[in-house]
């Protein structure tokens, strides 16, 4: 399967405390996205790192990529209640064909 | 504008229905997206319009028929649904970046589908 795999599967943590997700996956890729989604609405792209590309920043969130491994991480920094949702990583082999990962449910507690 | 429109947001149906589902965007973007995500599960890739013409169908079965009528809008009839069918189905766009393959999805809200 092209699906990312990640992990954990759920997160709970403390305000202010990092966040970090994994995603694993098997076939080669274009590029890696992570998107997040609030409860049963649409998703919300953060970031997109290439393959040829090997850490990326956006404000609190960091991104690396590991295409030897296979694998990328999440890290989001001085995490808030309003960052609690589900994050997934979605895979780009080129084209048009964007698979996601199964999704890492974070829980931010006030 | 850079909004994905959905609608309806809520949709129940019978098994002998025929209902669609509509989205409309005008960020000009040509690739326009339709995925399926049952409870806690990953969005599923369903079709990808491009320029109008379809691009990519994974295998979805012929009770769902998409239409691109013009590159702002896209629609998904449905007809003789399964209750397994019920899920949220989202809607997303995208520029067309087909060599660099940085297609950024914008996502509409979903319509979430029940069929009875």
């Known amino acids: 399967s092209q699906q990312g795999e990640e992990d954990p599967q759920a997160l709970s943590i403390q305000e202010g405390e990092n966040a970090t997700m994994n995603c694993s996956y098997k076939t080669s890729i274009n590029n890696l996205q992570w998107y997040r989604q609030n409860s049963g609405r649409g998703l919300v792209h953060l970031i997109l790192?290439?393959?040829?590309?090997r850490e990326k920043h956006s404000g609190r969130l960091r991104v690396t990529l590991d295409t030897s491994k296979k694998s990328s991480s999440l890290l989001i920094t001085a995490s808030r209640a309003a960052d609690t949702a589900s994050y997934f990583c979605?895979?780009?082999?080129?084209?048009?064909?964007?698979?996601f990962g199964a999704g890492t449910r974070l829980f931010v507690k006030a | 504008d850079t909004e994905v429109t959905q609608t309806p947001k809520h949709l129940v149906m019978g098994m002998t229905n025929k209902k669609s589902l509509k989205c409309e965007q005008h960020?000009?973007?040509?690739?326009m997206y339709w995925y399926k995500q049952k409870a806690k599960k990953p969005p599923e890739l369903m079709f990808v319009y491009s320029y109008e013409k379809l691009s990519i169908n994974e295998s979805v079965p012929s009770r769902f028929s998409p239409e691109c009528p013009n590159s702002s809008l896209l629609n998904l009839h449905l007809h003789a649904l399964q209750p397994e069918d019920s899920a949220l189905y989202l809607c997303?766009?995208?520029?067309?970046?087909?060599?660099?393959?940085?297609?950024?999805?914008?996502f509409g809200a979903g319509s979430r589908l029940t069929v009875l």
């Open positions: 997303a766009s995208s520029q067309v970046a087909r060599l660099s393959g940085a297609n950024v999805l914008t």
């Open positions: 979605a895979l780009n082999t080129g084209g048009f064909k964007t698979i």
């Open positions: 790192i290439r393959s040829n590309e």
């Open positions: 960020m000009g973007h040509r690739a």
